[in-house]
């Protein structure tokens, strides 16, 4: 059956996106150790004065690294909803999802060394 494409249901499933974004707020201590790096990066991206491309690359290492988050948060959440014992393939998806967090935290370190380490050791 084709789905109806209207203003109100899109509405819908854009609050329960943001519900879902709220409830990774409140639930995941992850979240706020995420946030406050984030918060410092935007700092230091005012402080130093970086370029509009270096904002972009700032803006996407942000953003990469809280999606991959919440996506880990969703594959734990439905792994121990469908697997609550020990399983082997659960040990590999969730190894798996935070294997992908880790690969976008560390484009988010080395894009922050690359753009703000020449500009701290300029200062001096
Ligand atoms: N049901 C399970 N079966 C097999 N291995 C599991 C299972 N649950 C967890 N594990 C293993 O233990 C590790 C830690 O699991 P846990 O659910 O505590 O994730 P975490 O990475 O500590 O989560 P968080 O992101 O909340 O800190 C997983 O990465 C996985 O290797």
Known sequence: ?????SFSSRLKSF?????????FWKSEPNARL????AI????????LHISRTEWLFVLL????????E???????????????E???LIKKTKDLAAGGVL???AFAFITGMIIFLPKIIALF
């Open 86 to 88: 020990i399983h082997p």
């Open 15 to 23: 609050t329960f996106a943001l519900a879902g974004i709220k409830d």
């Open 61 to 68: 290492a942000i953003t990469l690294v809280f999606a991959a």
């Open 40 to 47: 410092l990066a935007v700092i230091a991206s005012f402080a």
């Open 34 to 37: 995420h946030l406050i790096a």
């Open 1 to 5: 059956m084709q789905k109806k494409l």
């Open 103 to 105: 690969v976008t935290a």
């Open 70 to 84: 919440m996506f880990n948060t969703a594959l734990e959440t439905l792994c121990d909803k469908i697997s609550p």
